[in-house]
Each structure stands twice: as structure tokens, then as C-alpha cells.
């Protein structure tokens, strides 16, 4: 099959081997696939991953268990394949297992590639009224939902989202449908724009919030948000940490002690309510999308995306 | 008045003018002073502070408004004093005031010396059963209980708090009070046999417990202490972080994104359930005093108190 390797470089294939299936697992011919900025980072070697990258798709069941009732059926895919046999799989928290594999990640090929294999039991089968395109939003959205996971937002909750990336963008979105008070800071004009078209409050410059929000989502990417994050954070407020990064800048946590902050990290979430907004356009995810290119131009995809201030940058497969 | 004055370096003054008051304030003659690791190192030029050090203290209350009714009795205050105006003092939170003093830390003289001078407001009187000395343990046993203040702890709660020092033995013993489970981690086969004495589990190796634990508390004072925190806690657990530190050695936060950490920053805690542990004995500390000097010889207490492994150095002012 067609697909996308990873090994120290990336390269083009079209004679991979098609994946292998257990018990348990469905094949699925990938139509669109979403370029991650942890994608980036494997590619400079984080995770030490060799293989197809990618982990954001949508797609079609080809083969399935036959009392899965899902051939045939457009679905997206939970990344984590828990071992589901330790304590942590059986408390459901298959995405923390410690014999995980992720799906482009770690372990398992991924989405970049013409067919892929996921158990079963990771698919969401998704509306016919969600196009294939902004299905491969359900990942990162469910990782946007994880934040609503670990804290709680009322009315009178002040939040900032630090970056309008693509990942900030999402949880600003969010955030912003609980009716709590949220202001998106970034750097891209453009980008805080399509934020205000959607009635969520920008700011290009931290000064004059320090110390001002009860909560504050890391979105940026970038080795010096946690520091930003803790300047503008409230006494006794919460931190969350969306960002993982090669290199972090020295962040002075003793202010974290004084000020009692509590730094919450957050990673994968629920797919369910992410694809809810996705069908009822809750959040919109169009203006979000940069460019689509064909698999076999996935190395400029993926140099694309990496760009400085870059938006979704997709991958058409099927 | 006799005191120990603080600017780049430590002098004993018998000649230094005593404290004035504004409304509001009780004057009080300090019986015991202890030596916190925070005064330590602030004699390395933490804080920036130039003034009389010390913050844990019993005392006399030699002055204060009539309608008080404080004057004479025996007290021990709480350190942070708010501005009383903005919005975080009016929450309850001028701990976290932003204009706020600290006794013998920020911009208020402290206990090292022969009076003090608090807000009424600030003081709590102690029971005639507890002793001066016992007393003292007020200030660090309400840091201790400030954990049970932030995280919930219940019978199968696995708790590990790293640190053998005079913070880490009274921490463990206000968590193994609540029934949870708790191992305390150090490096002094002395301090770990105290704790055994009593009832605390104990471990001198990390070896084998990766993972382990619901909680961590890092009160270790010492920059590698949140990365081994972070080493033993499990997925989507709990690391509380006591120590300020003037180096913190790098620390991989991926790891608490990618395992969901939370991290909740820790500093002064409630007084209440301190003085009632200390007068009910449900937390020991004769055991943790290591030894007690005159206040002319403050310079050589901070300095033992500085050595490595040295339990409570208290300083003997009245």
C-alpha cells in the first residue's frame, strides 16, 4: 500500500506491506488524515518512533469482527491501545497503560498511509451529516474537551488560552460554549480575527493580565508558555498544560509554591462530545484548515505545518 | 532590643530599635523562635530581604488593643499580612495579597528577636497544656496540614512523601492521622526509624515504586525532589509541591502531560489544626528537635540548622 516512513527521514512509499490484523482489530482505508504538531516532533526524533506517523483520520471499515456491525460504516479512532489486562486498563484508563502503543506514536503505524489497524473497541462511528474532512477534527477537538475533563468552568470563570495555534483555537471554542469568560492570546492577526468572528476576546499582549485569570490553557507549543501561563494565572488558580515540548525553558515553579498554583497536564480526550460539536457546528473547524495535500506530498505537509503561525495542514488519502 | 539583623550577612544587635505600632497591631515578646530551611535561604539572598529573619515563633502579646482582650496571653501568628482592601484579602486569600508583608521574609521584621509586632488578627492563643516550645511547630505543622486543605485523601489513598526533614516527618504524620496510606522516603536511616517509631512506613529506596502512588508530596527542600515525585506518582496523580528552592534541576514536564499530572504548588497552611494536633499530641515533635540556642547565638543556630540532615534548630529569645 501507499504510505508515508518514518526512519531518521521521512519517505514516500507505495509498496508497504498492508497492516496485519488480530482479534479484535478493524482494517480501515484512511481517507483524510491531520497533521499534529507532535507529528512535527517525531520527526525530529521525540518518542524515538520509527514507522507511518499520523493519528489523526478519518475513514472507512473495510474488514471488522463480524459482530462489530461495523463494516462499511465512516469512523474515527482513539489513538491509545491499552494492554487490557493491568489495573489501569480495567479502572479504564487504557490511555495511560503502561503497554500502550498510539497510533503513530508509539508502537503502532499510523494514518499517514492508505489502511490502518485499530481495535474495535477504539471507533466512533460518525454521523453521515460530518463530512470526512472535518471528522479528522474529533482528535484534536477530544483533546480540546479533555480540559472540561480535569477542571471545573462556571460563568464567572476567567479563562486564558495561551496560543492560537490550532490547538488553541479549539479549546478557546470550548471554553468559550460553557459561557465562561475567555480571552484567546496569540500572535497572528489573522488568526485572533477568525477568534472575534467567533465572539471569543483576543489579546496580542499579556501585559496588564498578570495575575488575572483563574485558569490558564498552555496551547502554545512553545517552551516559554508554562512561564507565561504562571504570570498570568490568579493566586491559588489553575494551570493547564497542553503543551509537550523538546525543549522547555527554565520555568521558576517556586512562584507555582508561593501563589499555590496547581499545574494540571493534559493530553488525549473524549471523543464523543467532540464529535456532538463537530455535527451540530458548535465549533468550527473550516476557517481552521490551511491547506489539503495528497499522501504522496505528505514531506511537504509536514514542512508546511511546521511553518511558523501554520493552521491545519491535511492530508487526502482516500 | 536584643535581635538578629539580617543585611548580606547575619549580626546580633543589642541595640536595635524596637518595633513600632500602628492600630491594630499587638506587640509581642518572643519566647522561641525556629529555624525554617526558608530562613536558611534567605541568608543566600532569597527574597531580597534586608531586616530581622524568623517566622515561626511563641510569644507573649506585651501590647495590643483593649478591646483585644489578647494582652498577656500566649500566641503564636500567622505570617502574611494582607492589605485588607484588595479583592484576594476580601476572599479570605491575603495569604496570597498581592501588597502583603511576611513576617521575617517580605517587608516585616520577624522573630529573630526580642519583640515582634503582628496584627491582632494574625494571632492565635495557645492552650495552657502546650508548651512554648511545642508551640513553635505551629507555624511548619499548618504548612503540613495545608496538603489536606488542597488534595483529597481517603483509606486507600497510596501517599508518598519524599523528604526526611523536619517538613517530610511532620507531613507524614498529618497524612497517616487522615488513615491513608503513607511511606515516607529519606535518606536518614535515624529520621526513617523515627518515623517508624511511629507507625509511618518507610523506604530509603524509590526502587520499585515507580508509579505507585496516588499522591506525592515533595518536601524534600531540594531541586531534584519534583522529578522523583513525578517518577513515583501514577497516571492522572497527584504531586504537591512544598519546596522552594533556589536551583531546581531541570525537570521533564512532558511527563506530567502525557500522564495527566497534577502538581498543586503548597505553601502556608491553616493554624487551627495545628495547635490542636500539637496540644492533643496527635503529631509528635519533641523528637524532631535537634537543639536550642540563645538568641546571641542565632548566627551558629542557622548554621547547624543549614547542615545537612540537621532536624529543628530552635532559638531561645525570652
Do not use: W
Not at 506491506?17 to 479484535?24: A, N
Not at 472535518?134 to 460563568?155: I, K, R
Not at 485558569?215 to 504562571?230: E, K, N, Q, R, Y
Amino acid at each position: 500500500m501507499r504510505a508515508i516512513y518514518f526512519d531518521n527521514g521521512l519517505t514516500y512509499r507505495t509498496d508497504f506491506p498492508e497492516p496485519k490484523l488480530v482479534e479484535g482489530d478493524a482494517l480501515i482505508r484512511v481517507s483524510y488524515a491531520g497533521v499534529c504538531a507532535t507529528d512535527i516532533e517525531i520527526t525530529k526524533g521525540y518518542m524515538g518512533f520509527t514507522g507511518i506517523p499520523g493519528h489523526e483520520f478519518s475513514g472507512l471499515v473495510e474488514r471488522c469482527p463480524s459482530d462489530s456491525g461495523l463494516e462499511g460504516k465512516r469512523v474515527v479512532g482513539e489513538i491509545n491501545v491499552g494492554c487490557n489486562t493491568c489495573a489501569l486498563c480495567k479502572a479504564g484508563l487504557e490511555n495511560h497503560c503502561k503497554e500502550r502503543t498510539v497510533l503513530g506514536i508509539l508502537g503502532l503505524n499510523g494514518s499517514f498511509a492508505e489502511r490502518l489497524v485499530l481495535p474495535v473497541g477504539n471507533l466512533h462511528v460518525i454521523p453521515d451529516t460530518l463530512s470526512d474532512i472535518d471528522a479528522v477534527f474529533t482528535e484534536p477537538l477530544g483533546a480540546a474537551f479533555e480540559v472540561l475533563e480535569q477542571v471545573d468552568v462556571g460563568p464567572n470563570t476567567n479563562v486564558a488560552v495561551l496560543g492560537d495555534g490550532r490547538l488553541g483555537l479549539l479549546i478557546a471554542q470550548v471554553l468559550a460554549n460553557t459561557g465562561c469568560q475567555v480571552k484567546l492570546f496569540g500572535r497572528y492577526g489573522e488568526k485572533l480575527a477568525m477568534a472575534e468572528d467567533l465572539s471569543i476576546s483576543t489579546s496580542m499582549k499579556a501585559e496588564g493580565f498578570e495575575g488575572s485569570f483563574d485558569i490558564v490553557v498552555d496551547a502554545t507549543g512553545s517552551g516559554g508558555g508554562l512561564s507565561s501561563a504562571l504570570e498570568l494565572v490568579k493566586p491559588r488558580g489553575t494551570v493547564v498544560l497542553k503543551s509537550t515540548v523538546a525543549n522547555r525553558s527554565t520555568v521558576d515553579l517556586n512562584r507555582a509554591v508561593i501563589d499555590e498554583v496547581t499545574i494540571v497536564g493534559s493530553r488525549c480526550g473524549p471523543f464523543a462530545p467532540a464529535i456532538e460539536a463537530l455535527d451540530n457546528c458548535t465549533v468550527i473547524v473550516e476557517p481552521l484548515i490551511e491547506k489539503i495535500y495528497p499522501l504522496e506530498s505528505c514531506v511537504q505537509a509536514l514542512e508546511h505545518a511546521g511553518r511558523k503561525g501554520a493552521l491545519k495542514v491535511l492530508i487526502e488519502v482516500g
